[in-house]
């Protein structure tokens, strides 16, 4: 441990930590609202909203995170669109984990009895109003479980974007690989970081399972 974290590699551990953080939780809250748009978009009463949103959730579920890597820094530039590799990673980590927020909360929207809609449209409520003030609220609580799936798996996705000159945790890894430290005691802080960043997430989403429960 103390050569490893000798001449300045402490200091590079701790930027890529604090990196990795970064990306999570910016890819989490673009992700959270991306999700809840393209969720309302699946059960929209228009029919090109439930296309967009059936075509995207197809889409980016079934194509693998290193591909949307590749085609989000690779493919931008020749489109003329410029951003920091970090903003890249965002961008691609926001729209592979939207599809799961969605598809997620589209599973809680259905567990919502019919007659809650029902009665908020009767009452004169829009499309919107209903979604937002009635189904929703309820939808969010039901699938807590589920979210905190997505979620604690976002941090070891951002392992991917330190191939793309992200200076995250994996990044920290293959810099220490290169510099000949060993391998195993390399991955063991590695993964015990990423396994630090699992526990509070998860411990984030059980807070809130506690406090947002709903007497049956």
């Given at each position: 441990m103390g050569r490893l974290f000798e001449n300045g590699n402490l200091a590079l551990f701790r930027d890529g930590f604090l990196q990795t953080v970064e990306i999570s939780a910016l890819s989490a809250?673009?992700?959270?609202?991306?999700?809840?748009?393209?969720?309302?978009?699946?059960?929209?009463?228009?029919?090109?909203?439930?296309?967009?949103?059936?075509v995207w959730v197809n889409l980016f579920r079934n194509t693998p995170l290193t591909v949307l890597f590749f085609a989000v820094t690779f493919g931008l530039p020749r489109l003329g669109v410029h951003f920091a590799s970090t903003t890249l990673a965002v961008i691609a980590l926001s729209a592979y984990t939207a599809s799961f927020v969605c598809e997620v909360l589209r599973a809680g929207i259905n567990t919502v009895p019919v007659g809650q809609a029902e009665a908020a449209r009767s009452l004169g409520m829009t499309f919107g109003q209903t979604l937002t003030q009635v189904v929703l609220p309820q939808a969010g609580r039901t699938v807590l479980g589920p979210m905190s799936s997505v979620f604690i798996a976002l941090p070891r996705n951002s392992a991917i974007a330190g191939a793309f000159s992200v200076s995250e945790l994996y990044h920290f890894q293959q810099t220490m690989t290169d510099l000949g430290y060993g391998i195993f005691l390399i991955f063991f802080w590695v993964a015990l970081a990423y396994l630090f960043l699992s526990a509070c997430v998860a411990l984030f989403f059980r807070f809130l399972e506690t406090r947002l429960a709903v007497a049956r």
């Open positions: 809250l673009f992700a959270l609202l991306l999700g809840t748009l393209l969720a309302a978009f699946r059960v929209s009463p228009v029919p090109v909203l439930r296309v967009f949103g059936t």
